[in-house]
């Protein structure tokens, strides 16, 4: 029998109300098949939060079935699993057909009441690394377990930090060897979004010239995921105006973090203006504004300084593919000239809360461009700048003294100061409330690659505690959590040795 849904009642993982509305698309958009199951799955991690969102008793966590079936091992009752088939640009350059080479989607499940974030109330349940599919062109349609902890750690911070992002559920172990660089240990992921359509999967159509199914596919992302946007004069204009402005925002947020995503190929583009498929991500530590976080990015297309620029470049392929809906090129252009207000107006405000300033003035401008420079010229840690700045008290210089021991150049740094006090000085700043204020938003605790690396080597001994602990420190990045201070601190020497590519 099938549990009742309401609020209040958890599901295991068999009750879940699983339904498939992408299944409900014309054949074309996707093949029907079973993941391939892997042999003797176990447990590396799981999220709470990421339960709770649609009503799955964490509880489930130890049990077998919930193993199986995040496994795909077993298939879940009203799942209808299926690859969906995108395109996409991949750095810069079409690249023709891609599709879900190793995702599969079960379905999509109730995840609380409709919200202006999530019109459909609902999130797609999605496996990683779950076997070949008709998309995977030349590789295995698997995942190793170094790259799916590093996307179920990321997605669950990134969620705690506030920005928009695909969830994690879980993240399921095989002894079954993976073959990259050198053989690895395998995993499947699951992750959760309301929908994974991505830029790419307009462009899958754009590109086929086949405007029915473009039509077919906009329709279906405007009615489920932007349900206001229907009564527009032009709902296919204001679907670009819409994307483009969440996606900027999205830009701004990662900058406002230090977050580099690293493959911003418009088939890692969500339609949500969310961030998904994380990869060889990184979070700036020492600051360089042309840091490439991606090793395999020889050109550094998506360097830190890049990504607001690409993401612009990735609303006009998304406007390009759209264009046969909108009709006049007038049209898209006008929608896309949202991009840059709204990532101006997004970033300024985020530096201002991260400088704990509460008004704006025309000259902070200089203030904030002088910031960023003296941060390059010292290579200071960004996380742990932003984050001391906070203790900074007006009239007590003693108090700068952990923040400056971050530079090699402390004049430049001490001169900084002196604007920055007078500028606090101006609107009044109270040094407690506003170290309050930026103690909300700089966070003490970002997902850095050496702390991955040793929750992953571990995870590669079978010992998943570390995986566990860095969930519970990231999902209260905000909170000083004195009795783990460690996770705070600079990088040690050995993480400048670290690679992440597209390898994974
Ligand atoms: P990414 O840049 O990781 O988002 O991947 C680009 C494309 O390659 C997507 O269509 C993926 O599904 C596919 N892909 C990546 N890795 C694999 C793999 N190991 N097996 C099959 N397909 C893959
Ligand atoms: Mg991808």
Redesign the pocket.
Known sequence: MNAPDTGLFCHTAESLPLENSFAGLPEDFYTRLRPTPIRAPYLVGASTSAAELINLDPAEFAHEAFVEAFAGNSTLPGSTPLAAV?S?H?FGVW?GQ??????ILLGDVPAGAPSAENPSGRMELQLK?SG??P?????????VLRSSIREFLCSEAMAALGIPTSRALCVVGTDML?MRETPETGAVATRMAPTFVRFGSFEHWFYNNRKDELKILADYVIDHFYPALRDATNPYQALLKEVTRRTAELIAQWQAIGFMHG?M?T??MSILGITI?Y?PFGFMEAFDARHICNHSDHQGRYAYQMQPRIGQWNCFALGQALLPLIGEVDDAQAALEIYKPAYDDKLEQLVHAKLGLQSTLPEDGALIDAMFNMMQGSHVDFTLFFRRLGDLKMDDPASDEPLRDLFIDRPAFDAWAVQYRLRLKQENSEDAARRAAMHAVNPKFVLRNYLAQIAIEKAQNKDFSEVAKLLKILERPFDEQPEHEAYANLPPDWASELEVS?S?
């Open positions: 995108y996409g991949q690249a891609l599709g879900d080479g190793r995702a690394g070949l599919t998309y995977s062109r030349m590789g295995d349609g698997r995942a993976v493959v190929n088939d890692n498929d990869g597209c994974s």
